[in-house]
């Protein structure tokens, strides 16, 4: 069972657009986490969100927590090849325990 | 130069073997985690631990035991490894509970 779904599952797109990744659960987090992660590599913490309706920015990347604490998106404005890489979000389980979704897998064309 | 290490990178053993993983962080991070990673299935939990000596079993911990004697080190042993074990294998600390994880590299173990 996995309890965070993300969507969409591929993402292929030019340089320059923008884009939205959703992470979405039937669960309430007491904290979400954005990963990036590229091939060969372990994820790297992007952000940690903690409040209902927090919105966080990281340069051209905004990150926000659904005001239910269920849900989160981010979004990446004028998207650069540098981008490329898979998104993964985290909940926050019992004990210091996350849930990872499986992912938003996001290629940035030249 | 600090941070958190795994190894070996690469793995291959065949099926009955035992094998362990190991993870090595320089930080005394409280927390150690041990993840795999599948396509389709993002990372799963194998086992946390919280300080040395104390480990508990995450969703997918069949075939698998660990160990924390010291708190820089989270072994990782199959018992018996089998071919649903091939993966990708992360490790994660993590010192407080305003952090993330931070994650080693990752041990590619294909059994055969």
């Known amino acids: 069972t996995q309890l965070l779904e993300q969507s969409p599952q591929f993402l292929s797109i030019q340089e320059g657009e923008n884009l939205t990744v959703y992470c979405n659960s039937s669960?309430?987090?007491?904290?979400l986490q954005w990963y990036r992660q590229e091939p060969g590599e372990g994820p790297v913490l992007l952000v940690t969100?903690?409040?209902?309706?927090e919105v966080k920015k990281l340069k051209r990347l905004t990150f926000q927590f659904g005001d239910a604490r269920k849900d989160s998106s981010l979004h990446i404005t004028a998207a650069q090849p540098g981008d490329t890489g898979l998104y993964l979000c985290?909940?926050?389980?019992?004990?210091?325990?996350?849930?990872f979704g499986s992912g938003t897998k996001l290629n940035v064309k030249p | 130069d600090a941070g958190i290490t795994q190894s070996p990178r690469y793995k291959i053993t065949e099926t009955g073997r035992q094998v362990t993983l190991m993870c090595h962080q320089t930080?005394?991070?409280?927390?150690m985690f041990w993840y795999r990673q599948d396509l389709g299935h993002g990372l799963r939990l194998i086992y946390y631990s919280a300080a040395a000596d104390i480990t508990d079993k995450g969703e997918v911990s069949d075939g698998y035991v660990v160990s924390r004697s010291k708190t820089e080190n989270f072994p990782l042993t199959l018992e018996s490894a089998t071919r649903s074990q091939t993966s990708v294998y992360f490790c994660?600390?993590?010192?407080?509970?305003?952090?993330?994880?931070?994650f080693g590299s990752g041990t590619r173990l294909t059994v055969v």
């Open positions: 969100v903690v409040t209902g309706g």
């Open positions: 930080w005394s991070h409280s927390y």
């Open positions: 669960s309430v987090f007491s904290s």
């Open positions: 985290a909940g926050a389980g019992g004990f210091n325990k996350f849930y």
């Open positions: 994660a600390s993590r010192g407080s509970l305003s952090y993330g994880y931070t």
